[in-house]
């Protein structure tokens, strides 16, 4: 049961879209929300604001109670890291609609460079300090193979990178991106326990199943569109096949004839990651006129 707060917005008819109200998710989430033409206001201290052209709340939580929530039905959508989910257990009562390709880092076993420590064998028994209680002692069930490990596992909510050299742990599992929080504290990788990145979930019995396919595919349309550029070119009709064999796009290339004899025009889709080396093939082909647009948005 619910209590209703008179001063909170009525969202009784709203689908809760619930994004990460601060931390490492927080400016990516606001940029993809204005991204896929999400608009709303959020008054200071508010952590619900309703969208202003769907009929949807977004609720602000912490990134880590999101996959919780979101499994319980509490709110319908949600983004968060498939390290959370894993780590409230929840893969079973979520589906996870698509990957959004930020937040990626790795959770790995860590422990102090000036230690005999080298594997994650060496921790076995030893005290280990993390956010991810459940995770680690899954971790650590499998390397001593029994249901009641020795090694003690204790929660920390943040800075776990502190705990070696504060004398609270021997070894710490926590995530890594660039390793410079990791070096900073003395510390080097033995172990990873899983690679993440983002992810929009929804719960298995959505109440509005129609807006959350809206919504991916809005934010599906917006990561291709962040992913691809448009690039176009002339060529000699008898050099086509060979420039379509070098950029073939998503589906296939649109090709309109020139005015001039012989010659059309190619239009084709191209990850941004091979754009250069796939220019000076087009080029090396005969290709002329290579110009390269980015798309604003797309649904594919
Ligand atoms: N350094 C990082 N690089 C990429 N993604 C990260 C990084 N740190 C965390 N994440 C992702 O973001 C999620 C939320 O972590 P974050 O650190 O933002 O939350 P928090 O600890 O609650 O916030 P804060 O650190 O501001 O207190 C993580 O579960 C992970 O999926
Ligand atoms: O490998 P790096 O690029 O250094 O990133 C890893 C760090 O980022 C996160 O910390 P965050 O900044 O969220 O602080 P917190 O530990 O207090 O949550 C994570 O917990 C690591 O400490
Ligand atoms: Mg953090």
Redesign the pocket.
């Known amino acids: 049961m619910s209590y209703i707060n008179s001063s909170l917005p009525d969202t009784s008819d709203r689908m809760l879209f619930a994004v990460p109200k601060k ?2 998710l927080y400016d990516q989430c606001l940029s993809l929300l204005a991204d896929i033409g999400i608009s709303f206001n959020r008054k200071p201290r508010h952590d619900i604001a309703l969208v202003s052209n769907l009929p949807i709340a977004l609720v602000f939580l912490p990134a880590s109670d999101i996959a919780t929530y979101v499994a319980r039905g509490n709110v319908d959508l949600g983004i968060t890291g498939l390290d959370i989910i894993r780590e409230s257990q929840a893969e079973s009562e979520v589906a996870e609609l698509t990957r959004l390709g930020f937040g990626r ?1 790795k959770l790995q076993v860590q422990a102090p460079l000036a230690s005999p420590y080298k594997t994650i064998e060496d921790l076995k028994g030893k005290r280990i300090v993390t ?1 991810f209680v459940n995770l680690t002692i899954q971790k650590f069930k499998q390397i001593e193979r029994t249901d009641e490990i020795t090694t003690q596992v204790r929660f920390v ?5 502190a705990a070696c050299g504060l004398g609270l742990a021997d070894g710490i599992v ?9 070096r ?1 504290a003395g510390l080097h990788a033995i172990d990873t326990i899983l690679e993440t990145e983002s992810v929009l979930i929804t719960n298995l019995s959505p109440r509005f199943p129609k807006l959350a396919e809206i919504i991916r595919q809005r934010v599906e349309g917006i990561l291709t569109a962040r992913r691809y550029v448009l690039c176009q070119y002339n060529i000699l009709r008898n050099g086509l096949e060979r420039a379509c064999g070098v950029a073939p796009g998503r589906q296939a290339p649109t090709v309109t004839s020139l005015e001039q004899q012989g010659w059309v025009a190619v239009s084709v889709m191209v990850e941004k990651r091979e754009l250069a080396e796939k220019m000076d093939k087009l080029k090396e082909i005969g290709a002329t006129d290579i110009l390269v647009l980015e798309i604003a948005n797309c649904r594919t």
Do not use: I
């Open positions: 931390g490492r880092c956010s909510s943040g800075s776990v990178e926590d995530l890594v991106e660039s390793g410079d929080t990791m900073a």
